[in-house]
C-alpha cells in the first residue's frame, strides 16, 4: 500500500509503497476513505513535538474495517467507521470513571510496529494512528461505526477536530446558556468551539483570530462578534464589548503563549480560560498568582475535549445528519494522496480550514 512517510522533520513526505502487518488481538484494519489533515500533524512533521522518525502521520479519518483481529466487538469488516487517535482500555482508573480519553492502558501498538518501508525499517505510527496511508491498523477502541449515508471525507472530521473544539464547550467546560464565551484562533478546532457554544446557548459569542477570512467563517459558524487581533488589542476590545467585565469561558485554541495569556486576561472575576491548543513542547506562561485568587480565575486544560468516543460520535453524527452541525464547510479542498505536501503547504498559510486526503 502506498503511505506519506516523514523521514526527516521539516522536508516533504514522501510517498512510497509499504508494506502492513494483519491486525492483532484487539486490533482492525481499516481502509482509509479520508484523511484530514489538522495542526496537530504539521507539528509532529516539523519537529516541533520532538518524537522519533521515520513516522506516517495523519489522525482525523474515517474508512470501512477491512479485517479484525482476535477478541474484536466493537467493529466488523465492511463497517464505515471513524478512526480517531483516541484509545482506551475500558479497565483503568480513568476509563471506569468516564474519562477514556486520558486512558493511561497499555497496547501493544505503543511498542509493536505494524508498518514496514520497502527496505524492511519500521515505520512509527504518528499521533496513535499512521492515516497518511491506505490503510491503518488501530486498536478497536479507536474506531467507531457510523450509518452507511454518512459521508466519510466528513466523518473524518469527526475524529480529532470537531470532537475537540465542541467537545471543550460541552464536555470540558460544560457551557450553559447564556453564559459568555470568547475563541482564541478560529481554524478547524475553533470554529467548532463556535458551534458548540452555539448549541450551548451561549451569549455573546466572541470569534478573535489574525485572518479576516477565519473571522468571515466564524461569523459562519455562529460567533455574534469578532476580533481582527491583528488590527487591535484583543483584550482591550473584548472588554469594551462585554462592558468591561469580561467573558465567562474563553477557549484557546492555538497553541501560543501570547495566546493563552490573552485568554486569561479576557476572562471575567470566576471566569474560566479553557486552554484547548497544544504549544511547542516546553512552552511556559507566567501568571498573576494574586489575580488567580483575589478573582477566582480558573485556567484548567482541555485534551481532545474530554471526548468519549463512543458516546459524542454518534450524537454529533446525528447532529449533522438532522443540520445542527457543519461540517460540510469546514472542508477547504479535497487532494489525493500523492499531493499531500501541497495540501500541508496550504494548511501552513492558515488560508485553509481543513484540507482532506481522499484515497
Ligand atoms: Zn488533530
Ligand atoms: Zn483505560
Redesign the pocket.
Known amino acids: 500500500m502506498k503511505a506519506a512517510v516523514c523521514y526527516a522533520f521539516g522536508e516533504p513526505l514522501l510517498v512510497e509503497e509499504v508494506t502492513i502487518d494483519p491486525p492483532q488481538a484487539g486490533e482492525v484494519k481499516i481502509r482509509l476513505a479520508a484523511t484530514a489533515i489538522c495542526h496537530s500533524d504539521v507539528h509532529l512533521i516539523r519537529g516541533e513535538w520532538g518524537g522519533k522518525l521515520p513516522v506516517v502521520a495523519g489522525h482525523e479519518a474515517a474508512g470501512v474495517v477491512e479485517a479484525v483481529g482476535e477478541h474484536v466487538t466493537l467493529a466488523k469488516p465492511g463497517d464505515p467507521v471513524v478512526v480517531s487517535l483516541l484509545r ?9 470513571t468516564g474519562l ?1 480519553h486520558m ?3 497499555a497496547f501493544a501498538l505503543e511498542t509493536e510496529r505494524r508498518l514496514h518501508n520497502g527496505r524492511g525499517e519500521a515505520l512509527l505510527q504518528g499521533i496513535s494512528t499512521a492515516a497518511f496511508a491506505e490503510y491503518t491498523v488501530v486498536d478497536q477502541s479507536q474506531v467507531v461505526p457510523v450509518p452507511a449515508d454518512m459521508p466519510l471525507d466528513r466523518a473524518a472530521l469527526l475524529a480529532c477536530g470537531v470532537i475537540t473544539g465542541l467537545g471543550a464547550v460541552v464536555n470540558t467546560a460544560r457551557v450553559r446558556p447564556g453564559q459568555s464565551v470568547a475563541v482564541i484562533g478560529t481554524g478547524g478546532v475553533g470554529l467548532n468551539a463556535i458551534q458548540g457554544a452555539v448549541l450551548a446557548g451561549a451569549h455573546p459569542i466572541v470569534a478573535v483570530d489574525r485572518l479576516a477570512t477565519k473571522l468571515t467563517a466564524a461569523q459562519l459558524f455562529g460567533a455574534t462578534h469578532t476580533i481582527n487581533a491583528a488590527d487591535q488589542d484583543p483584550v482591550a476590545a473584548l472588554k469594551e464589548l462585554t462592558g468591561g467585565q469580561g467573558v465567562d469561558y474563553a477557549f484557546v485554541t492555538v497553541g501560543n503563549p501570547t495566546a493563552v495569556a490573552q485568554g486569561i486576561d479576557m476572562i471575567r472575576p470566576t471566569g474560566t480560560a479553557v486552554i484547548v491548543g497544544l504549544p511547542h513542547k516546553g512552552t511556559t506562561v507566567a501568571l498573576s498568582v494574586g489575580d488567580l485568587v483575589l478573582n477566582e480565575r480558573k485556567v484548567i486544560g482541555c485534551l481532545m475535549g474530554s471526548t468519549r468516543l463512543r458516546v459524542d460520535v454518534p450524537q454529533l453524527v446525528a447532529l449533522y445528519q438532522h443540520g445542527r452541525l457543519k461540517l460540510d464547510e469546514l472542508i477547504t479542498n479535497r487532494y489525493p494522496l500523492e499531493r499531500i505536501n501541497e495540501a500541508i503547504a496550504a494548511m501552513e498559510t492558515g488560508e485553509a480550514l481543513r484540507n482532506v486526503i481522499i484515497f
Open positions: 482506551s482500555c475500558g479497565r483503568c482508573f480513568y476509563c471506569t477514556p486512558c493511561d492502558g
